[in-house]
């Protein structure tokens, strides 16, 4: 089992930034690609990004590109979203997501192991 605990949900006003931590543990030698999720009220859960854990490739949601990275630390286990020019529209529940398989999926039904969330609240 793996388990990942999501920390550094706020709220902040339009334009504003944010850093997602996310920390593994457990049997993190199975997990391939480590990605960001999102669920705003009311919305079906939404893909914003991922990262390959061994190579570092990375892939975006077309809406957060330019606004939001994602990255690794090998050392602490853990993945991290920089979120920029944040928008009320960003404004959702943030879920750290991992999936055993090394292909980047954007689809929830493809990752194995789900944090907590975070709630991000961006007002205008």
């Known amino acids: 089992q793996v388990q990942l605990n999501e920390s550094g949900g706020e709220s902040v006003q339009a334009g504003g930034s944010l850093r997602l931590s996310c920390a593994a543990s457990?049997?993190?030698?199975?997990?391939?690609?480590r990605g960001w999720f999102r669920q705003a009220p009311g919305k079906e859960r939404e893909f914003v990004a991922a990262?390959?854990?061994?190579?570092?490739?990375?892939y975006y949601t077309d809406s957060v590109k330019g606004r939001f990275t994602i990255s690794r630390d090998f050392a602490k286990n853990t993945v991290y979203l920089q979120m920029n020019s944040l928008k009320p529209e960003d404004t959702a529940v943030y879920y750290c997501?991992?999936?055993?398989?090394?292909?980047?999926?954007?689809?929830?039904?493809?990752?194995?192991?789900w944090g907590q969330g975070t709630q991000v609240t961006v007002s205008s």
């Open positions: 990262i390959s854990w061994s190579s570092g490739n990375t």
């Open positions: 997501a991992a999936d055993r398989s090394s292909r980047i999926h954007t689809a929830p039904l493809d990752y194995d192991y």
């Open positions: 457990g049997r993190t030698f199975s997990i391939y690609t």
